[in-house]
Nanobody, 128 residues
Framework: QVQLVESGGGLVQAGGSLRLSCAGSGRIFSRDTMGWFRQAPGKEREFVAAITSPWLAGNTYYADSVEGRFTISRDNAKNTVYLQMNRLNAEATAVYYC???????????????????WGQGTQVTVSS
């Protein structure tokens, strides 16, 4: 059974930091693009960040709203992807999901529909 399990969410004050983790099992994700998405109440799920396989240079991509504050990374030995979130603001409040896809094109990895595997999500709440 393929699973992605997120952890690390919680309540943080504005300006603070959190580090999310996503551990994979049942599949070797090292050749997949791994992505982070978030969904706030009443809003659609949106792209946050993605990282391609190290076999494809491990390129990283970020939404404009998080560029310079969030960092995505991966540890293939642990089948795990991380999202370091700094200088958090209230707009970051959402459920954060990690996802995996074998695709890697820059034009498509920001879209939810190409991701085959999803975690259950972890709640991040930023208090102002």
């Amino acid at each position: 059974q393929v699973q992605l399990v997120e952890s690390g969410g919680g309540l943080v004050q504005a300006g603070g930091s959190l580090r999310l983790s996503c551990a994979g099992s049942g599949r070797i994700f090292s050749r997949d693009t791994m992505g982070w998405f978030r969904q706030a109440p009443g809003k659609e799920r949106e792209f946050v960040a993605a990282i391609t396989s190290p076999w494809l240079a491990g390129n990283t991509y970020y939404a404009d709203s998080v560029e310079g504050r969030f960092t995505i990374s991966r540890d293939n030995a642990k089948n795990t992807v991380y999202l370091q979130m700094n200088r958090l603001n209230a707009e970051a409040t959402a459920v954060y999901y990690c996802a995996a896809t074998p695709r890697s094109g820059a034009r498509v990895i920001t879209t939810t529909t190409i991701y085959n595997y999803w975690g259950q999500g972890t709640q991040v709440t930023v208090s102002s």
